[in-house]
């Protein structure tokens, strides 16, 4: 998986140019900004410089994917110092909402199902939000609490575990993102049981705050 901005209607080469004199973003925004659809792309990729620059290639693991990272640059030593500083942000992120983290806020959220709301952090209350837009936009097709339904397969069984006639349904039950009680400090999940999954929405989060970090 390539971290870069994918144009939506134009093809932009695979190049993250680090602009001078680029002012770093406060906190909310720079959340919300690497998750607006609507950017400009020339306020994050640019290509105006390149010819005088070499590209240089990073690689590393993440998610359960191998990613390349293609930074612009006269030296590697200055493209290396910028892929440290992303691919970190990638694994803070991956640390923070993974499902498979028993210390992640995501696993924090699912144990208190059906409890106490569990407080949250600006980042966290803007990336539910976004997962209320795309829930929103895709007429509740989207819907991050369908993490519940996971436990109807097991892929790392031999052979693998699928679901038994009528599994799902009872599944579904838990899925329900708008019963979620949620502010801008705190969230609960008010039935035992459910359970909220971000794997749709944070791999594209983490590849535009890469993306956004270089830039910076």
Known sequence: RRLERRPQ????????VVAAGRRRQPRARAVLGALDPGRRLEDVLTSAHAAAMRLH??????????HELWLAARERAQAARVARAAIADVGRIEAKYSRYRDGSVVSAINRAAGGAPVAIDEETAALLAYADA??????GRFDVTSGALRRAWDF???PPRVPEPGEIEALLAFVD?????RDERSVRLPRAGMEIDLGGIGKEYAAD????????
Do not use: I, K, N, Y
Request: proline share 5%; hydrophobic share 40%.
């Open 209 to 216: 705050r890469a993306a956004t970090l270089c830039l910076e």
């Open 57 to 66: 290639r990073f690689e590393f693991r993440a998610m359960a994917s191998t």
């Open 134 to 139: 795309c829930h929103r936009a895709s007429g």
């Open 177 to 181: 993102w708008r019963a979620v009680e």
């Open 9 to 16: 209607d134009r093809h932009v080469p695979p190049t993250l």
């Open 156 to 158: 790392r069984r031999s």
